[in-house]
Structure formats: C-alpha cells, structure tokens
C-alpha cells in the first residue's frame, strides 16, 4: 500500500505557529503506534499562504491554522479509513 504523505510546512512563521509542535507530535505517535511505515513525513521551506499558517497538506488535502492535536486526528482519521475499519 501506499504510503499517507503528510506535508508540513517548516517555514519560519508556520513553524514558529505550531507546525514545530506538530512534527514532533506525529513523530512520537507514529512511533509509538507502528504507523511509522505507513506515513511520509515530507517538510517544505513554504507552502505559501503564511498569514494563514501552520499550513499541512494530508494527502491531497492543505490545512491551515491547526493545532497539533488537530493534524494528529486528521492522520488518525486517514490511516483508519485506508484500513477500511
């Protein structure tokens, strides 16, 4: 299966908005849970649109404003429904 690609903009404003949170919340997770196989983690210097940051793209869908906790159900929710559970 294909990996989930989650995209998360490290540049300047959106890491210092929470996406620096945000990494470090969906590495530990996917480690912990054995999802570490499943997903790319891909950073980017901008994805653009800073004034509305953090900007993730999970698959072939961007995000903005989102707290860590936020992304974290969003990759949840993602690799559920690639499970078919």
Request: glycine residues 10%; proline residues 1%.
């Given at each position: 299966?294909?990996?989930l ?31 570490a ?30 707290v ?18």
């Amino acid at each position: 299966m294909k990996k989930l690609v989650v995209e998360l903009c490290m540049g300047s404003s959106c890491f210092a908005r929470g996406n620096s949170q945000t990494l470090a919340v969906l590495e530990s997770y996917l480690q912990k849970s054995g999802y570490a196989s499943q997903v790319e983690l891909v950073g980017h210097l901008c994805m653009g649109d800073c004034s509305k940051g953090p900007n993730i793209r999970i698959a072939d869908a961007t995000y903005q404003g989102l707290v860590a906790e936020e992304v974290l159900q969003l990759v949840v929710d993602a690799l559920v429904e690639r499970e078919g559970l």
